[in-house]
């Protein structure tokens, strides 16, 4: 089955620990996604990558970092540099077209920061 | 102000009413929209995209407004099945990027 898979499911840090979140998809897509999503709000945007080996940063992209070392893969760290870490990570992809991307998500993970 | 905007609900509605959910996005670059349904902690998944001319898919209805910058979505015969939250998403073009950017969501709890 083609998919995307996110892991951990959820994930328990520390405070100033860094920790990175798998994202894999067997989907042939392009482009990947990272977003965060806080209780009651919408997602937004913390990285995306349209090709292997580059990445462009999203709208909140202080306190993280991203690699694209292959199409398939899309892994997230959360560095101590990140103020409010706890969230729910999810990871999305899709095929490049000059209109109408529908975009794939993983399950997500849930990150909590003790 | 928020980019794209929704009423954040919940909706109550028993079973087998006709529910209307509305959304306003602010730019007007916005090229492609889409609902998507998320259920509670779970991540979202495509509903259905919205195009001009109105399009529907069983019990739902999408229809957009270039005019007014709003979206909507009418789902008739409510199940309890619907009960999720409605995320109304659209997508910029001229930023070449092709991110989603999302509204916060409108909850509709359908009761027995």
């Known amino acids: 089955d083609g998919g995307i898979t996110q892991s951990p499911k959820y994930l328990f840090r520390k405070e100033g620990q860094n920790v990175t979140l798998s994202c894999e998809q067997n989907?042939?897509?392009?482009?990947m996604y990272w977003y965060r999503q806080d209780p009651g709000q919408g997602l937004r945007l913390i990285y995306y990558?349209?090709?292997?080996?580059?990445?462009q940063k999203g709208d909140i992209a202080e306190g993280y970092s991203v690699s694209r070392e292959k199409k398939e893969s899309f892994p997230l760290t959360v560095t101590s540099a990140q103020k409010n870490p706890t969230a729910f990570y999810l990871c999305?992809?899709?095929?490049?077209?000059?209109?109408?991307?529908?975009?794939?998500f993983g399950p997500g993970t849930r990150l909590t920061v003790l | 102000r928020k980019e794209v905007e929704q009423d954040p609900g919940p909706f109550n509605v028993p079973e087998g009413a006709t529910v209307a959910f509305n959304c306003t996005y602010s730019?007007?670059?916005?090229?492609?929209f889409f609902w998507y349904r998320q259920d509670c902690r779970k991540e979202p998944k495509l509903l259905m995209s919205?195009?001009?001319s109105g399009n529907e898919d069983g019990r739902f209805t999408a229809q957009l407004n270039r005019a007014s910058q709003y979206i909507s979505l009418l789902i008739r015969d409510s199940k309890l099945s619907d009960s999720a939250t409605y995320l109304c998403?659209?997508?910029?073009?001229?930023?070449?990027?092709?991110?989603?950017?999302f509204g916060s969501g409108t909850r509709l709890q359908v009761q027995p």
């Open positions: 999305a992809s899709s095929k490049l077209r000059e209109s109408y991307n529908e975009q794939f």
């Open positions: 989907l042939n897509h392009d482009a």
């Open positions: 990558s349209q090709i292997v080996n580059d990445f």
């Open positions: 730019n007007s670059a916005s090229q492609s």
């Open positions: 919205v195009y001009s």
């Open positions: 998403v659209v997508q910029r073009q001229d930023t070449g990027r092709r991110a989603l950017t």
